[in-house]
């Protein structure tokens, strides 16, 4: 199996890449590993003490669990995996707390944001500081302590680091016929083809965007033919926030490898 980096953001949230010689078995244990088994922070208990705002408690709740946040994955254990037998502790858990009320005066209203919340660690803190939680109208008030735990999308979709998902790779070839269209070049979307020494070629750069080929395919009157690798994939993932790229891989390859052991172990 080879595999080849085809793109990263810069900050490293969203990434591509090529695994050639593998099958679709194994390229999607990864993807199901990537969004059900890598662990990663969210509120998971809320404790109420004030909130007269228009939402229920159980709503507002709900919208906390939802808010992706950093994750640190060498400081926090799985509850069930952890030395305090899922009691909770430091090591597994870890407080927010909010606490914000709007002027008895006025008439604007404040907007609750996720930045308003005050973690107890700095590596564990809402990704986006502005995800609305409610709005405070003149003398309403919020105030609450929320607890976060690690766990994996399994157990609920809060808890998945990423959107995963692969596709063959495309495979895309100009016909005998095609070669001296040309004129394809400005037909079809721009980018997909090139003109090298008179004869139209394949554009290498996009190369690997299947939605594109097949626009191409379907404009270009038999000049090219496209079929789909059996071997060769191209993967992408999409974080959420929580982890890296390249943290989320690891820990999807992680958890994959201690549930073979396990297999084993059991066999
Ligand atoms: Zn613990």
Not at 4 to 21: C, R, T, V, Y
Not at 218 to 232: F, H, I, N, Q, W
């Amino acid at each position: 199996m080879n595999i080849k980096l085809l793109e990263q953001s810069k900050d490293k949230m969203n990434a591509s890449f090529l695994i050639e010689k593998s099958t679709p078995a194994f390229v999607n244990a990864i993807r199901r590993a990537v969004i059900s088994l890598v662990p990663v922070m969210a509120i998971d208990e809320v404790e109420f003490s004030k909130n007269s705002s228009v939402l229920y408690d159980e709503m507002i709740a709900h919208r906390l669990g939802l808010i992706p946040l950093t994750t640190d994955l060498k400081s926090y254990n799985l509850p069930e995996k952890c030395t305090c037998n899922g009691e909770g502790c430091a090591k597994c858990e870890l407080k927010l707390s909010l606490s914000v009320s709007a002027p008895e005066k006025g008439d604007e209203g404040v907007w609750v944001y996720a930045s308003d919340m005050k973690s107890k660690d700095p590596a564990v803190k809402p990704v986006f500081d502005k995800i609305p939680i409610v709005k405070l109208m003149p003398g309403q008030e919020l105030e609450f302590v929320a607890t976060a735990r690690l766990g994996i999308g399994l157990t609920h979709a809060k808890f998945s680091p990423a959107h995963a998902y692969y596709h063959y790779k495309p495979e895309v070839k100009v016909t005998k016929q095609g070669e001296s269209r040309t004129d394809l070049k400005d037909i079809c979307p721009p980018g997909v083809l090139d003109v090298k020494g008179g004869k139209l070629v394949i554009n290498k750069e996009y190369a690997f965007d299947p939605k594109l080929f097949e626009a191409a395919v379907a404009v270009s009157e038999g000049a090219l033919e496209l079929k789909e690798s059996d071997t060769d994939f191209v993967f992408h993932i999409e974080s959420w926030g929580q982890l890296t790229c390249k943290e989320i891989l690891g820990a999807a390859v992680d958890s994959l490898k201690s549930l073979t052991s396990e297999f084993v172990k059991s066999l």
